[in-house]
């Protein structure tokens, strides 16, 4: 792939299938790209020679040498354009024409073959079915849109173009800058990945913004946007949060869903700040794109208005934020400063008769306190409080530390000036002193993505090629399970199991028994047989002398329950003294999107009724496979509480980790259930276990 | 209580302390009040003859009569023109002047003064602290604030006056129209539950709103607003709802902050909508004012834009809202007149070249369905969408229905125009889907609470006397609590506990054993021991026959743990089979603002780590006894969940409601702690119990 800067920044632009046809789309393109754009414009049509004033020309060979081409041309012209495209040699393309994948099979295969075309000629693709790109660095507006974006420093991708559409026509009202804008279509080429990438490279992207109704390559994501986000934020609002809204938005792209529970952990996982709703989305933008990013969560709150500041109060207890504690020095100052009746505490209240130099002393004390991280100013309109002159001490004071400060000034005209003057100085302003609140948590949650510890998965010593193998068993099953008789997968991983085996004779059962101290567990061996227990497939606390029988009583009864199962054996296993021990449930899920989700909880209705557990994204390191655990709102079992014995956790995160570089190491694996892996105070050792293979990917 | 209609109504008023100094607050309300108020405006001043062209009088007795004082003297003058009120016959004031409770000791001592005058003479007071009142029927804004209100169906409290002229400067900006604002002050003498009840009965008034602190008296308040939010919603912010919010209320009005747990379920109990910001207080009110209440939850997308219907589906996923199924006649109508690419399933993608008419015709046809309960019209711009055409054509489908329809047409200035006329019509429209979906939220929150079942609390036939003669106990105890001893408390209230009692000496413990069928168990009865467990003063599975020998060694480990406890003696109880049966914990916490707050969760780690537990304010009925244990995440438990047998709900139900009513014929108990209450196949029994009363109380 070349370079994607040039596609925001070319010298020329090609319009392939210019028209000057009213209405038309090729018109508008041209029309807008005609206005403000710097770079040379050339229209190509066979059947025109001039098209809205420029020299149009009837194909790419025979136009000047362009840096980017617009196609609009019919959708069965597509494919020969860009073949024309490459063969020309340029590199980078917009495909705004419509038909392919979101029109069903017969667009699903012209795409695939846009995309071999793309990959012939290394061509960066745009679309199909797109918007266009904007670039407000070289007043580029390559799309066919009535609004054209501002220059700013928000770079905004967008998988639906009417989101484009309506929100600029809004950001412009507001006065919120663009650097690019993508409409990314169908992404059959460049997609969200891509872009994430390019953004993070330019030094003017100030923040990176989405709409998204799905992410391609889960884990290639992941792992881009987090380089990313080590100097660059990203806010996305991922659609189909909802079952509902998961359902609308694969009716609306033909996306195949992956599980909303992968996406957010996955985008967490990312550093992504997630939005719910386009307010969200520019509340965070606003906040992320103008102010440094603060030292800490600490808030300071500085009103004219008592209840607004306890609603503010209210705001950052919300959130990710704290009330900051004043230093005695500080509270002091404010003491001298303010009147008597002000509340010199968090949140400062200087008063209905507080001019805007009051809101400066006091906003100046606040800032410099070293226990605060960042301000909120909070006014209501009085008589002797001018809005103008507040706006200009807020940024002269702001001006004077290094910490973000973001602004509720409520009202509603008296608001509007004063509010130009702050978002100058890139200070954000809310008529709702909530929203200011989360405009700045949204910059705390970015202060965390990059404070956050980046510790890179373990590779533990494994026997790699003997689990290989176990799971090639699966190719002369029925099924495409493994069950207890395959504990060995988890051994040549390191995860701890008791002792036994799945022995095929009465005889092999008692001399493995012999072997094991104290009585053992016998469980029937089926891939056929989920439910051991339910057909008494399973007994306790057999003594040795018992086992053969044991095994003959096991298999009648499994025979006589399915007599076309396909039973391996009996396993013999030791018997564990489970007091003192908590049962936990450890698997992994393959989602379309991310990859394998791990999972994990507390056992029985911890997670069946309580639905108590945390899932990442493999593979982890070690802080995420920790946090797995703390995520778990029953941890605190695990961690000893109610007289417990505390759990060896170290040994649950260790189980954790040696199973996420199982399911990385082997793509094949599609599910794995360890229900239970029983965490004691020494060890964690799973006890049963179920795979899902897929058996043509081994 | 003299008619509060009359406070909104006035034909005349008088302005006492009136003055034409500028900057004064008693010349910017007689300028306010003199401007397009009809009624008589008087000024009151004995060193003035007129305030700005206003004859201006003494005093009150030598002034015309009027029906409302507004109060602008100084703090040490208030209470004698108060008495001057009384003398004159006035009966509603309104008491500007600050420095009462919100300023220490002293000015409390005024304030509680303040209130014996206004019984005296049965005065409606406002405030003091307050800025004032406005009625736009009247023209009459009798406030000292910088804006005023325009007229409309929102009457609207708020206990903070900057939060009014803050709300009231944007509101206007909006055309957000009120009827009556009433700024509360320090809500001496009237107060939430005295507006609510008169905006009830006003038929003008469409939806109250208010921004509150705190509720001065729960009970009462509930019972009010029950009754009004049959016929008029209510929606509020209560700020302090965070801990470092609470913390900020208190230091601001010197309210004593009631838990917020007990003000999320008293305001539900009463049927009010919570908002938690001012965004979503008039993002509700706009919804509730205009817009005729749904007959279902289920709602309709119309759209022209797949991205943003997404959004718009997925707020509807995070509501009390459900996507609406359409009848094969709507997916045929629609299949009818849509284009090919069109999306007739709901969301209802009508596509990007979709003009005004193709909107009416599809919202028609969704709105004419009948699982269709409301409609949410999304819009991005476009080439061939004239928003002002759209506006029109929504306002007339929907005039055709009688059924609830929001907007949200995306953009900036395009959409202010066409915005009005929706205004107009009674339809709010807004910039982002997720808000409009939530302002139709709110309408179905409204409509459940029309629809709650509102079964009065049952009264059980109970031993009152009895019940209190064991509660005078305390009276002769060290503490204030009552313990095992006093089970006989709840069985004089119906609940049943095991058979058993507290006795006093070995012998009387072998007899009563005797007389029990099978082993008893046998605690330490001391009011002064907390943990009977830890200290070895529980035995179990005791034999008649070493009864006596166990109680002469429960005493025995008492006196030796704690020599000066009181010990009662040695309670003898059945011993029950606890297999099949789930711990529970039934508990009662008196709250300073809402009285009786009951408490349901089960027992062990639901409540200690997880935290399962519901309340209620007593006293409650049966549907609300049920939510009690509905509510609770781990309720599956008791329903028989994982094979356990399932419990006799109906038992816990009726012991819920039986506690309900013990609490709320004795508000001497501060706190009752049943646990376990022991739910079994067929009933529910206390096994320990706690109680503690305030003796000065009995």
Same mark, same amino acid.
Not at 102 to 115: F, I
């Given at each position: 792939m070349g370079r994607l800067s040039e596609l925001f920044e070319p010298d020329s632009v090609a319009v392939v299938g210019a028209t000057d046809r009213e209405g038309a789309v090729g018109r508008a393109i041209l029309e807008n790209l005609s206005t403000g754009f710097a770079g040379e414009v050339v229209p190509v049509n066979p059947n025109r020679e001039t098209v809205l004033g420029h020299e149009c020309y009837p194909d790419l060979e025979r136009a000047p040498a362009v840096d980017l081409a617009v196609v609009v041309v019919p959708p069965p012209v597509v494919l020969e354009t860009l073949r024309e495209i490459g063969e020309t040699g340029i590199e980078n393309v917009v495909v705004i024409t419509a038909g392919f994948s979101e029109t069903g099979s017969e667009g699903a295969r012209r795409e695939r073959e846009l995309r071999e075309i793309a990959e012939e000629y290394d061509l960066n693709v745009v679309g199909p079915n797109s918007l266009g790109i904007m670039s407000t *660095?070289? $007043?580029?507006? *390559?799309?066919? $849109?009535?609004e054209r974006a501002i220059e700013g420093g928000i770079s905004f991708m967008s998988q639906s173009g009417a989101f484009i559409t309506a929100v600029l026509d809004w950001a412009n009202d507001q006065e919120i800058g663009f650097r690019d804008v993508v409409s990314l279509g169908n992404k059959s080429v460049l997609a969200e990945t891509d872009f994430v990438r390019q953004w993070g490279e330019?030094?003017?992207?100030e923040v990176i913004i989405g709409y998204l109704e799905d992410i391609d390559e889960g884990a290639e994501f992941i792992r881009a946007s987090r380089d990313v986000t080590d100097d660059t934020p990203i806010v996305l609002v991922k659609s189909g949060r909802t079952d509902a809204g998961a359902h609308a938005a694969s009716s609306h792209t033909g996306a195949i869903a992956g599980s909303e529970r992968a996406y957010e952990t996955g985008l967490e996982q990312a550093g992504v700040v997630r939005a719910r709703s386009v307010q969200e989305l520019f509340d965070y933008a606003r906040a992320l794109s103008g102010l440094p990013v603060p030292e800490s969560e600490s808030v300071a709150v500085v009103t004219n208005a008592g209840g607004p500041g306890v609603l503010t109060t209210d705001a950052v207890g919300d959130s990710t934020l704290e009330m900051a504690s004043f230093t005695e020095e500080t509270l002091e100052g404010l003491s001298e400063s303010l009147p008597e009746e002000a509340n010199v505490y968090n949140p400062v209240d200087i008063i209905g008769d507080a001019d805007a130099d009051r809101f400066a002393e006091a906003l100046d004390t606040a800032l410099a306190d070293?226990?605060? $991280?960042s301000a909120v100013v909070v006014s209501a309109p009085t008589a002797v409080l001018a809005y103008e002159d507040l706006a200009e001490v807020v940024v002269e004071t702001r001006d004077r530390h290094e910490k973000p400060v973001v602004t509720a000034m409520m009202g509603g005209q008296r608001a509007r000036a004063p509010e130009a003057t702050l978002r100058e100085s890139g200070i954000p302003n809310y008529f709702d002193p909530a929203r200011a609140v989360s405009g700045l948590d949204a910059l705390a949650r970015y202060r965390d993505v990059r404070r956050r510890s980046r510790d890179d998965p373990a590779t533990f010593d494994v026997d790699r090629e003997r689990a290989r193998r176990i799971l090639e068993r699966t190719k002369s099953r029925s099924g495409n399970q493994l069950g207890i008789e395959s504990m060995d997968l988890l051994e040549a991983y390191g995860i701890p199991t008791p002792e036994g085996a799945v022995v095929d004779d009465p005889e092999s059962a008692r001399e493995l028994a012999e072997s094991i101290d104290g009585d053992v567990v016998m469980k029937i061996a089926s891939p056929d047989i989920a439910h051991k227990s339910d057909i008494g497939g399973v007994k306790v606390d057999v003594p040795d002398a018992e086992v053969a029988d044991a095994y003959e009583d096991l298999i009648a009864r499994a025979r006589n329950y399915q007599p076309d199962a396909q039973i391996l054996g009996v396993q013999v296993q030791e018997s564990l003294d489970l007091d003192g021990s908590t049962e936990t449930i450890l698997g992994m899920n393959r989602d379309p999107q991310f990859g394998p989700l791990l999972l994990f909880g507390l056992g029985g209705i911890f997670v069946e009724i309580l639905e108590d557990t945390s899932v990442r994204v493999a593979p982890i390191g070690e802080t995420e496979a920790r946090d797995m655990i703390d995520d778990v709102k029953a941890s605190p079992l695990l961690a000893g509480a109610r007289g417990r014995e505390p759990a060896n956790t170290d040994a649950v995160v260790e189980a954790i980790q040696r199973l996420s570089q199982l399911v990385t190491d082997f793509p094949a694996i599609l599910e794995v259930d360890i229900n239970p892996l029983v965490a004691g105070p020494d060890d964690a050792r799973a006890i049963d276990l179920v795979v899902t293979v897929d058996t043509e990917e081994l």
């Amino acid at each position: 792939m070349g370079r994607l800067s040039e596609l925001f920044e070319p010298d020329s632009v090609a319009v392939v299938g210019a028209t000057d046809r009213e209405g038309a789309v090729g018109r508008a393109i041209l029309e807008n790209l005609s206005t403000g754009f710097a770079g040379e414009v050339v229209p190509v049509n066979p059947n025109r020679e001039t098209v809205l004033g420029h020299e149009c020309y009837p194909d790419l060979e025979r136009a000047p040498a362009v840096d980017l081409a617009v196609v609009v041309v019919p959708p069965p012209v597509v494919l020969e354009t860009l073949r024309e495209i490459g063969e020309t040699g340029i590199e980078n393309v917009v495909v705004i024409t419509a038909g392919f994948s979101e029109t069903g099979s017969e667009g699903a295969r012209r795409e695939r073959e846009l995309r071999e075309i793309a990959e012939e000629y290394d061509l960066n693709v745009v679309g199909p079915n797109s918007l266009g790109i904007m670039s407000t *660095a070289v $007043g580029m507006n *390559a799309t066919f $849109g009535p609004e054209r974006a501002i220059e700013g420093g928000i770079s905004f991708m967008s998988q639906s173009g009417a989101f484009i559409t309506a929100v600029l026509d809004w950001a412009n009202d507001q006065e919120i800058g663009f650097r690019d804008v993508v409409s990314l279509g169908n992404k059959s080429v460049l997609a969200e990945t891509d872009f994430v990438r390019q953004w993070g490279e330019d030094p003017e992207t100030e923040v990176i913004i989405g709409y998204l109704e799905d992410i391609d390559e889960g884990a290639e994501f992941i792992r881009a946007s987090r380089d990313v986000t080590d100097d660059t934020p990203i806010v996305l609002v991922k659609s189909g949060r909802t079952d509902a809204g998961a359902h609308a938005a694969s009716s609306h792209t033909g996306a195949i869903a992956g599980s909303e529970r992968a996406y957010e952990t996955g985008l967490e996982q990312a550093g992504v700040v997630r939005a719910r709703s386009v307010q969200e989305l520019f509340d965070y933008a606003r906040a992320l794109s103008g102010l440094p990013v603060p030292e800490s969560e600490s808030v300071a709150v500085v009103t004219n208005a008592g209840g607004p500041g306890v609603l503010t109060t209210d705001a950052v207890g919300d959130s990710t934020l704290e009330m900051a504690s004043f230093t005695e020095e500080t509270l002091e100052g404010l003491s001298e400063s303010l009147p008597e009746e002000a509340n010199v505490y968090n949140p400062v209240d200087i008063i209905g008769d507080a001019d805007a130099d009051r809101f400066a002393e006091a906003l100046d004390t606040a800032l410099a306190d070293p226990n605060v $991280g960042s301000a909120v100013v909070v006014s209501a309109p009085t008589a002797v409080l001018a809005y103008e002159d507040l706006a200009e001490v807020v940024v002269e004071t702001r001006d004077r530390h290094e910490k973000p400060v973001v602004t509720a000034m409520m009202g509603g005209q008296r608001a509007r000036a004063p509010e130009a003057t702050l978002r100058e100085s890139g200070i954000p302003n809310y008529f709702d002193p909530a929203r200011a609140v989360s405009g700045l948590d949204a910059l705390a949650r970015y202060r965390d993505v990059r404070r956050r510890s980046r510790d890179d998965p373990a590779t533990f010593d494994v026997d790699r090629e003997r689990a290989r193998r176990i799971l090639e068993r699966t190719k002369s099953r029925s099924g495409n399970q493994l069950g207890i008789e395959s504990m060995d997968l988890l051994e040549a991983y390191g995860i701890p199991t008791p002792e036994g085996a799945v022995v095929d004779d009465p005889e092999s059962a008692r001399e493995l028994a012999e072997s094991i101290d104290g009585d053992v567990v016998m469980k029937i061996a089926s891939p056929d047989i989920a439910h051991k227990s339910d057909i008494g497939g399973v007994k306790v606390d057999v003594p040795d002398a018992e086992v053969a029988d044991a095994y003959e009583d096991l298999i009648a009864r499994a025979r006589n329950y399915q007599p076309d199962a396909q039973i391996l054996g009996v396993q013999v296993q030791e018997s564990l003294d489970l007091d003192g021990s908590t049962e936990t449930i450890l698997g992994m899920n393959r989602d379309p999107q991310f990859g394998p989700l791990l999972l994990f909880g507390l056992g029985g209705i911890f997670v069946e009724i309580l639905e108590d557990t945390s899932v990442r994204v493999a593979p982890i390191g070690e802080t995420e496979a920790r946090d797995m655990i703390d995520d778990v709102k029953a941890s605190p079992l695990l961690a000893g509480a109610r007289g417990r014995e505390p759990a060896n956790t170290d040994a649950v995160v260790e189980a954790i980790q040696r199973l996420s570089q199982l399911v990385t190491d082997f793509p094949a694996i599609l599910e794995v259930d360890i229900n239970p892996l029983v965490a004691g105070p020494d060890d964690a050792r799973a006890i049963d276990l179920v795979v899902t293979v897929d058996t043509e990917e081994l």
